[in-house]
Structures are given as structure tokens and as C-alpha cells.
């Protein structure tokens, strides 16, 4: 008799997600945790205490910014940073505790701990050695490291640390023009640091549609953000208070240096495996270093299932949480499945950035004829009203049967409005289907009938 159905070693969005299905479908279910709280990366120090910072950064702005035209007279609001942090971490323990609340509610045990699998039905957490039929690795990511970038976590810090600074940096310079570096430069920019961001790339967002990216990086232009492209870091030297970042232009070879009072590394993540005995497992592993598995999740060792950021895909925490609910229904005999190709992005920037399916780049490399549908916000009673008209709608549909398939948003709520597109292409909608649905007026989701339009007979109010 084993101690339980199935153990899970991990309790972010896969992980927990996972352990409250199994638990659900009338599994004996335990969760491995070794942080003080739940939750992992996502709720502890990412997407939550990031959205947190995102939040109240975009107040200050729109106070400064919108506010006197709006007819909102007097004192603009000033940064309070401890408060800001404390307002931060009330909202993580408000969500860690939530996902406590939901594991004893449901009956999830959680074993405080670092696990290790010494083998295929069997976790040792500590001294103790727990059985479990089935396995599920949801052990999630940590940010990459960068030869010559020393992460000290106060002057040259990664992810983490930047949510948690001693105070708004004079100058901060970022290394990669990706989600972590755009969304933490954006906040930092917003509460006065000069921010200057170093990309390798020639564009930012690498994978984005191109003309999404293009006027993504435009907007945060406009909004201060300083941008050295085509530069890779060489390394960064610290003194007491400050550092030194070294980068070559790829044009040309040139060397240069540029001065920070803190600097963000955000050049990737990596899944996080450290103590977990996979190696002594003979798992087979990716190319990439992640743990492969089939399409039920099952790793090359029977019994052990991998979901999340340590296996392949995007390192999103929904898509985490979908894997670990399908997982769990494949343990328990049912057919979970997820859908890869209806995944969305969202850049938590002011405005948003939203995306699902493919890109104009994707299409063009796999030869399908496709057409495009535009509309700006500018054309949006909603979005001008609530000075939002910066950004658009690009829909991408089937040039022969109109079937929707991809979208891109640069604008007011991007990230909820992409769900409409999301489920109109689970069901295999066309762009016609969408732009024949009745959208209420004034909504920004318009912007999203008016782009299906336009791959049609034309939108409207454009
Ligand atoms: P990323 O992979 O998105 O971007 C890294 C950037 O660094 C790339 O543009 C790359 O060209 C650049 N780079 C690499 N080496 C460099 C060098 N030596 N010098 C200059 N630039 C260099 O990585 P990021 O932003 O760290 O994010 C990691 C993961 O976390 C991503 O998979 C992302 O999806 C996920 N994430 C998602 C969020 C969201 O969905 N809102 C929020 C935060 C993270």
C-alpha cells in the first residue's frame, strides 16, 4: 500500500493546480513544498508581487499624467516605496494563503520540505520517505544565468530581487528586452529611475508578431524607456553601490560601458531541478535540458509525470496550470488534454500586450495563405474616452476558409481581450463568426470585431 495516489513536488500554478484535481477526482494527494508558502515562483515573486508593482506604478502615472485633463485637480501622489512593498506583499500573502485554504479544503496534504525521488514511487522529504503510486514533477524554472553577470541580488539582480529593492534605483539598466525586463522596467520607469534596456536581438519580444513588437517598443520609447539594441552584455563589474555593464555592439564589434545603480538580469529562465535526483533516474531529457515527456505527461521513468516549466513549451504559468489539470485527469483514468496552439501571451505593460496563435512571421515561414485584419484603438469610442487610443487589433485568419488563426493586441486590457479570440479558436471559428457576434457598445472589445471585420468586407468606424 503506497502513502498516497500521487505526490507532487512543486506548488506553483502546475503544481497546486495539479494536487487540488487529483485530490478532486478522489485521489490521495500530497504536495511537496520547501518555500514557506505556496504557490512557487508565480504567487511568490512573479506574475503576483510583479502585478502588484505594475499596478500601482500605472496610478502614479495616470495621476500624473491624465489626471488635470480628466478635471482631477490638486497634489499629485508621491512614492512611498516600504508602502508600495508592504501593499506587495499583502497581495502575496493574500494569494499564498488562498492556496493553502484550497489544499485543506480539498484534502491536499502539504509536506513542508525539498523532495528528492530516489526512485520511481518514493519521495524523501528530509528524513522521512513518503510512497506514492504516481509522481508528478512540477519543480517549475529559475532565471538563466549570463557568463561575466554576477547576480548579487542587490546591485545586479535578477527577477526576484527586483521586486524587492532597498528603493527606486537613480539608473537601472536591463539586460534583455523580454516580458521580465519590459514589464520591470516599466515599473521602475514609471516611478522616476532612468531606465535603459540592452537587447542582443535587433527587435524586442523575440517571437512576437514583428509589428506588434515594433510599436510595443515605440510606446515604451515614448514613455522614457532608453533601448540599446543589437548589444550583447559582455559582463558588469560592481563597486559598493554601483556597477558597470560592459556590452558590444554586433554591428561592428565596438565596445562599450554604461553606468547603473542596479541591474535587472532577464535574459531567460531555466528549469529548476537542483536536489531532485533526476540524473540517478536515467530520465531522458530534451536537448534543452528540460524533461521530456509524451502526451500524457509521462516521463521515460514509469509512474513520474512532468509538468510546467520543466519540460518544453512556453514558462507560462497558465499554461503550467493546464497541464497539471490534465495531468491529473490522465492519472485518474479520464482524458485530459491541452490545446498548444491556443495559448496566449500577455505583457502586463501599460498598455497591454496579448497574443495567441500564430504571428504574420510564423505564416510566412509555413507558406499559408492568410489575410489581416486591422483596427485601432483610435477608432474606439471606449479606449478614446479613456485616453487608450495608442495601440491595435491585428487578426489573422485563413485566406481560403477565414478560420481565425492567430491574434495580436497592443492595447487598453490586451489580456483579457484576447480570451474572445481564444475561444472562438478552440471552436474553429472564422473572423466572420466573431464579427457577426454582438459586442456591447462602448467596450474596448469592439476593437476585437471591428479587426474580424477588416478581415472581411471591412470594419466600421475605421
Ligand atoms: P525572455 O526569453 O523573454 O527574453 C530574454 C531576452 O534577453 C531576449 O530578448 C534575448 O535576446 C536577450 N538576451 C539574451 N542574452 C543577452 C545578452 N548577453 N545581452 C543582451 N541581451 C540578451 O526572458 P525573460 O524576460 O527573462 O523571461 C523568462 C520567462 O519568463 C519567459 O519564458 C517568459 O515567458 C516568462 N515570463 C512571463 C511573464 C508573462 O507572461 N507576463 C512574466 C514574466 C516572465
Not at 192 to 208: F, R
Not at 238 to 260: F, G, M, P
Not at 269 to 285: C, H, S, T
Not at 294 to 319: F, R
Amino acid at each position: 500500500m503506497s502513502d498516497y495516489d500521487v505526490i507532487i513536488i512543486g506548488s506553483g500554478p502546475g503544481g497546486y493546480v495539479a494536487a487540488i484535481r487529483c485530490a478532486q477526482l478522489g485521489l490521495k494527494t500530497a504536495c511537496v513544498e520547501g518555500r514557506e508558502t505556496l504557490g512557487g515562483t508565480c504567487l511568490n515573486v512573479g506574475c503576483i508581487p510583479s502585478k502588484a508593482l505594475l499596478h500601482a506604478s500605472h496610478m502614479l502615472h495616470e495621476a500624473e499624467h491624465n489626471f488635470a485633463e480628466m478635471g482631477l485637480k490638486g497634489k499629485s501622489p508621491s512614492v512611498d516605496w516600504p508602502q508600495m512593498q508592504k501593499y506587495k506583499q499583502s497581495t502575496i500573502d493574500t494569494n499564498t494563503k488562498g492556496i493553502e485554504f484550497l489544499f485543506k479544503k480539498n484534502k491536499v496534504d502539504w509536506i513542508k520540505g525539498w523532495a528528492t525521488i530516489p526512485e520511481a514511487g518514493r519521495v524523501k522529504v528530509g528524513d522521512d520517505t513518503h510512497t506514492a503510486k504516481n509522481i508528478i514533477i512540477a519543480t517549475g524554472s529559475e532565471p538563466s544565468s549570463l557568463k561575466g553577470v554576477e547576480v548579487d541580488e542587490k546591485i545586479v539582480v535578477s527577477s526576484t530581487g527586483a521586486l524587492e529593492l532597498g528603493k527606486v534605483p537613480k539608473n537601472l539598466v536591463v539586460i534583455g528586452a523580454g516580458v521580465i525586463g519590459l514589464e520591470l522596467g516599466s515599473v521602475y520607469a514609471r516611478l522616476g529611475s532612468e531606465v535603459t534596456v540592452v537587447e542582443y536581438l535587433d527587435h524586442i519580444t523575440p517571437g512576437m508578431d514583428a509589428e506588434i513588437s515594433k510599436q510595443f517598443q515605440k510606446t515604451l520609447v515614448k514613455q522614457g524607456l532608453k533601448f540599446i539594441m543589437g548589444a550583447a552584455v559582455q559582463k558588469t563589474e560592481t563597486t559598493k553601490s554601483k556597477a558597470k555593464v560592459t556590452y558590444k555592439l554586433r554591428k561592428d564589434d565596438s565596445e562599450h560601458v554604461i553606468d547603473a545603480d542596479t541591474v535587472l538580469l532577464s535574459t531567460g529562465r531555466r528549469p529548476f531541478m537542483d536536489g531532485l535526483g533526476v540524473d540517478a533516474l536515467d530520465m531522458v531529457m530534451t536537448d534543452r535540458g528540460q524533461i521530456q515527456v509524451n502526451d500524457k505527461w509521462q516521463t521515460s521513468v514509469k509512474g513520474i509525470y512532468a509538468i510546467g516549466d520543466v519540460i518544453e513549451g512556453p514558462m507560462l504559468a497558465h499554461k503550467a496550470e493546464d497541464e497539471g489539470m490534465a495531468c491529473a485527469e490522465q492519472i485518474a483514468g479520464k482524458h485530459g488534454h491541452v490545446n498548444y496552439s491556443v495559448i496566449p501571451g500577455v505583457i502586463y505593460t501599460h498598455p497591454e500586450v496579448a497574443n495567441v496563435g500564430e504571428t504574420e512571421e510564423t505564416l510566412k515561414a509555413s507558406g499559408r495563405a492568410y489575410k489581416v485584419g486591422k483596427f485601432s484603438f483610435m477608432g474606439n469610442a471606449r479606449a478614446k474616452a479613456n485616453f487608450s487610443g495608442d495601440g491595435f487589433v491585428k487578426m489573422l485568419a485563413d485566406k481560403e476558409t477565414d478560420r481565425i488563426l492567430g491574434c495580436h493586441i497592443i492595447g487598453p486590457m490586451a489580456g483579457d481581450l484576447i480570451h474572445e479570440v481564444c475561444v472562438a479558436m478552440e471552436f474553429g471559428a472564422s473572423a466572420q463568426d466573431l464579427a457577426m457576434t454582438c459586442h456591447a457598445h462602448p467596450t474596448y472589445s469592439e476593437a476585437v470585431k471591428e479587426a474580424a471585420l477588416a478581415c472581411g468586407d471591412g470594419a466600421i468606424h475605421m
